[in-house]
Every structure is written in structure tokens, then in C-alpha cells.
Nanobody
Framework: QVQLVESGGGLVQAGGSLRLSCAAS????????MGWYRQAPGNQRELVAS???????NYADSVKGRFTISRDNAKNTVYLQMNSLKPEDTAVYYC??????????????WGQGTQVTVSS
């Protein structure tokens, strides 16, 4: 089983920065995709950023130029550096892990979520 442990959320003023971390443990496939979703109250969960084990990254349009996703494969850890934060970035942020064939086998895994609150 794969477990994800997130850290780094908190309260920050608009314009500030936060760095989220997500450490995966267990039987990790070397080829995988990890990333972050977020969900604000009353909203659907939305993809924020993802990164392959090869380092290819994708971002939601709303965070491009402000957020940077990175990973350390040796530590099975993914990071989300969030700069120039806005009140609309306030949400619970969830880390996820997708190994090959995750949709077929239901082997995707999720973290417990970490709250990010941006005050105006």
C-alpha cells in the first residue's frame, strides 16, 4: 500500500508564499504521476498541478506563473511552491499519486489534505 503525507499548509496574507510537501511511502512505482488538487467550499475539486516521474509538469491556468511543482524521486516527495498567493487560492490541497494503470486497477492514492488560507 502507498501512503501520502502532506505538510506545509497554513495561513498567509495575499501576496505571500507557502510550500507544500507530499511524501509517499510504501510500494512506489518508479514511473508515476504525482500532483495536487484543491477544493474550496462549495466548489468541485480541481487539478492544480501535476508532474511525471520524468519531470514533465502541467499547471492549471489559474496558477501558471505563480506556482511551481517539483519532485525528488529519491525521496518519493513532491513539492508545490506557491508564490503571489491570492484569496481565491484558499482551499484544501490534496496530494495524489497515480501509478501506471491506476484507472483500471483503482490504485490511485490521496493524501489527507492540507488547508491553505490566504487572507486579503
Amino acid at each position: 500500500q502507498v501512503q501520502l503525507v502532506e505538510s506545509g499548509g497554513g495561513l498567509v496574507q495575499a501576496g505571500g508564499s507557502l510550500r507544500l510537501s507530499c511524501a509517499a511511502s510504501g510500494s512506489i512505482f518508479s514511473i508515476n504521476v504525482m500532483g495536487w488538487y484543491r477544493q474550496a467550499p462549495g466548489n468541485q475539486r480541481e487539478l492544480v498541478a501535476s508532474i511525471t516521474s520524468g519531470g514533465s509538469a502541467n499547471y492549471a491556468d489559474s496558477v501558471k506563473g505563480r506556482f511551481t511543482i517539483s519532485r525528488d524521486n529519491a525521496k518519493n516527495t513532491v513539492y508545490l511552491q506557491m508564490n503571489s498567493l491570492k484569496p481565491e487560492d484558499t482551499a484544501v490541497y490534496y496530494c495524489y499519486y497515480n501509478p501506471p494503470g491506476w484507472a483500471r486497477y483503482g490504485s490511485d492514492r490521496w493524501g489527507q489534505g492540507t488547508q491553505v488560507t490566504v487572507s486579503s
